[in-house]
């Protein structure tokens, strides 16, 4: 399994520019997260899905959409990006609901920066 | 509103010594999870506390978890070079949304 991946690596966009960052799983989990991460702020969730067709609002969804088709990619879209998304972020996946305690898995990332 | 709070935000231990760091959270919960992060990757995940009182250990690391207290606390024994990392504590509330602490840094000195 390659477990949770995403791309890209890094990403330069400028002010004004839309863009996707790409979230993938092959463990067939239900939930899958997206997060950003600032320095002195931790980790903030931005949007997450339980199921296909399945999405909700985290913490910080204002300038992100997101949709899940499939369950295995879990898309973030930057719709005009701005400085204040310049960040790290990052996908994570889980097997089942909340409830059911399975360990969250994390991908490895994709730094943004927005001029 | 869920609020995730841990102390201290920067710890730098000597080698050998032992550290304690805290998770406040603001809401009933009972289950508290603990990642680590190295500089510049992703979060792996170390310990899920499921109930009031759960206890783990790996190594060097024990969590513990106080529902009635909302306080969780990763307790670091015997510090190695090999523990600096951040660390993360996260928490649900009833939902599928985890709610993460602002992390403690740690940087073990010889």
């Known amino acids: 399994n390659a477990g949770v991946t995403q791309t890209p690596k890094f990403q330069v966009l400028k002010t004004g520019q839309s863009m996707t960052l790409q979230c993938a799983q092959d463990?067939?989990?239900?939930?899958m997260s997206w997060y950003r991460q600032d320095p002195g702020m931790g980790l903030r969730l931005i949007h997450y899905?339980?199921?296909?067709?399945?999405?909700d609002q985290g913490e910080v969804p204002n300038g992100y959409n997101v949709s899940r088709s499939t369950t295995e990619d879990f898309p973030l879209r930057l719709l005009s990006a701005a400085p204040s998304q310049t960040s790290v972020y990052f996908c994570?996946?889980?097997?089942?609901?909340?409830?059911?305690?399975?360990?969250?898995?994390f991908g490895p990332g994709t730094r943004l920066t927005v001029t | 509103e869920l609020k995730v709070e841990q102390n201290p935000l920067f710890l730098s231990m000597q080698e050998g010594k032992n550290y304690t760091i805290y998770c406040n959270y603001s809401?009933?919960?009972?289950?508290l999870y603990w990642y680590r992060q190295d500089p510049g990757k992703s979060l792996e995940s170390l310990f899920v506390?499921?109930?009031?009182?759960a206890v783990k250990q790996e190594g060097r690391l024990m969590a513990s978890l106080d529902t009635k207290a909302r306080l969780s606390t990763l307790h670091i024994t015997a510090a190695v070079h090999d523990l600096s990392a951040t660390y993360f504590c996260?928490?649900?509330?009833?939902?599928?949304?985890?709610?993460f602490g602002t992390g403690t840094r740690l940087q073990v000195f010889p």
């Open positions: 994570a996946s889980r097997k089942g609901t909340w409830t059911e305690n399975y360990e969250q898995y």
């Open positions: 463990m067939n989990h239900e939930y």
């Open positions: 899905s339980v199921g296909a067709g399945i999405t």
């Open positions: 809401t009933t919960s009972d289950r």
């Open positions: 506390l499921l109930s009031n009182g």
């Open positions: 996260a928490v649900n509330h009833n939902t599928d949304k985890l709610i």
